[in-house]
């Protein structure tokens, strides 16, 4: 059974540009969530896809943003690039999400953004 | 409001040695509680969880982890640690659709 696939794995931009990061989850599952990972700021909730319906947003601006598909794949776009968004980013997938008992929470490798 | 402290930064053991990361929450339900580790470079590999029932839960590689609600606590063990169990540990609580996150023990393994 195939993990949680992210592309790309690494990346560089300029600041002022816009990314795009990809999310494959496992095979049937339809919950889908994006975490930022820095030094400063450890892990941080991003938002949460279930059944193409964004169900839960952490505290971050607007240039964030996702949307998942009809076949579960999710993509988080970062427009405007700062510094500051330099990061691991980290996609989840669950059957249900994480507030449904016996939901294990699966994360792939993460795609590694540096913004210069 | 919700939260997860893994009070110890940094951890240093030698191989063979036994291993204890602490870890505790606050939520006010019953907590769903993970624990993860990332290798250098690397996403974050579920260990075990917790969601009910026997308070011992035992998980991959060797660990397991008693949750105690007196103690708002979820501690790591690990009875003989090998060198290839260094790597960052992450304590997480799931609440409300998404997994808060404790700061990471980073744990160092001399031969």
């Known amino acids: 059974k195939a993990g949680v696939t992210q592309t790309p794995r690494y990346l560089i931009k300029t600041r002022g540009q816009q990314v795009t990061l990809s999310c494959s989850p496992i095979?049937?599952?339809?919950?889908v969530s994006w975490y930022q990972q820095t030094p400063g700021q450890g892990l941080q909730f991003l938002f949460e896809?279930?059944?193409?319906?964004?169900?839960n947003k952490g505290n971050f601006p607007g240039r964030f943003s996702g949307r998942q598909f009809s076949n579960s794949r999710s993509e988080m776009n970062v427009s405007t690039l700062e510094l500051g968004d330099s990061a691991l980013y980290l996609c989840?997938?669950?059957?249900?999400?994480?507030?449904?008992?016996?939901?294990?929470?699966?994360f792939g490798e993460g795609s590694w953004l540096t913004v210069v | 409001a919700q939260s997860v402290t893994q009070p110890d930064i940094h951890i240093t053991v030698s191989e063979g040695a036994s291993l204890e990361l602490r870890c505790n929450y606050s939520?006010?339900?019953?907590?769903?509680l993970f624990w993860y580790v990332q290798s250098p470079g690397q996403g974050l590999q579920l260990l075990l969880k917790?969601?009910?029932?026997?308070?011992l839960v035992q998980g991959i590689k060797g660990f397991e982890a008693e949750f105690k609600r007196s103690q708002s606590s979820f501690n790591l063990r690990k009875p003989s640690v090998h060198w290839s169990d260094a790597a960052e540990y992450f304590c997480?609580?799931?609440?409300?659709?998404?997994?808060?996150f404790g700061t990471g023990t980073r744990l160092q393994v001399f031969p």
């Open positions: 989840a997938s669950s059957l249900e999400g994480v507030g449904f008992s016996g939901n294990t929470i699966y």
């Open positions: 095979s049937g599952h339809r919950s």
């Open positions: 896809y279930f059944s193409e319906t964004q169900r």
């Open positions: 939520y006010g339900a019953t907590p769903y």
């Open positions: 917790y969601f009910s029932g026997d308070t």
């Open positions: 997480a609580v799931g609440a409300s659709d998404k997994l808060i």
